[in-house]
Nanobody, 127 residues
Framework: QVQLIESGGRLVQVGGSLRLACVTSGRTFNLLTMGWFRQAPGKERDFVASISRTGSTTGYSDSVRGRFTISRQDAENTVYLQMNSLKPEDTAVYYC????????????????????WGQGTQVTVSV
């Protein structure tokens, strides 16, 4: 079983920056493909970013590409999401997800392919 704990969400003004963190336990971190998703009220959970097991390859949704950066620190068992130039439409609960195995250089963008999820952290972007 993999446990995921997100942190870093808070209220921020338009144009501001935040860094979310997700600490994992229960599995060897470098065997995990990691992803970030978000869910706004009344909407489905959407893909934000993913990073392959080796960290060699990343993937982003069109809505965040160029503003958000996903990274991983294997020594800390942690995946990060650096969010810059935040917009009101980025307001959502952000979830960290993990999947064991998978290709070493393959991000995963489909939520159904992830087996493990964190509880989420709220990000609110105010005008």
């Amino acid at each position: 079983q993999v446990q995921l704990i997100e942190s870093g969400g808070r209220l921020v003004q338009v144009g501001g920056s935040l860094r979310l963190a997700c600490v994992t336990s229960g599995r060897t971190f470098n065997l995990l493909t990691m992803g970030w998703f978000r869910q706004a009220p009344g909407k489905e959970r959407d893909f934000v970013a993913s990073i392959s097991r080796t960290g060699s390859t990343t993937g982003y949704s069109d809505s965040v590409r160029g503003r958000f950066t996903i990274s991983r620190q294997d020594a800390e068992n942690t995946v990060y999401l650096q969010m810059n130039s935040l917009k009101p439409e980025d307001t959502a609960v952000y979830y960290c997800a993990a999947e064991e195995g998978g290709g070493p250089h393959t991000p995963v963008v489909v939520p159904g392919q992830y087996s493990y999820w964190g509880q989420g952290t709220q990000v609110t972007v105010s005008v």
